[in-house]
């Protein structure tokens, strides 16, 4: 017997727009009951390419100046207070 069929789908974050085409990538939180400090992008070979903290009340941070990194697959990660990474999402740059 299945409890919360499909529950396991849920994401805790979703980035729109995807695939990205504009200099703006949007992070937003789908729960909230999931303690995220902050937001890092990266490339596939996993090299940091921007950090942002999500303020406690903020349900979405923006990662700006997106069309400085050429088309490609990219990694969003969601960081706990400590550091830990609490999940990951990838996303494609085709422009």
């Known amino acids: 017997m299945a409890l919360f069929a499909g529950n396991n ?3 805790l974050f979703s980035l729109y ?3 990205l085409v504009t200099p703006r990538l949007t992070v937003k939180m ?3 009951t999931v303690e995220v400090s902050a937001f890092e992008l990266r490339n ?3 090299k940091k390419l921007q950090e942002k903290k999500l303020p406690k009340s ?7 100046e997106m069309d400085t990194y050429p ?3 990219y990694i969003i990660l969601a960081k706990d207070a400590f550091g830990k ?3 990951t999402s990838k996303f494609t ?3």
């Open 93 to 95: 740059i085709d422009r």
């Open 44 to 46: 596939l070979i996993g």
């Open 71 to 73: 088309n490609g697959i």
């Open 85 to 87: 990474i609490i999940e």
């Open 9 to 11: 789908d849920v994401k």
């Open 30 to 32: 789908n729960i909230s």
């Open 17 to 19: 727009p995807v695939p």
């Open 58 to 64: 903020a349900e979405e941070v923006i990662f700006e």
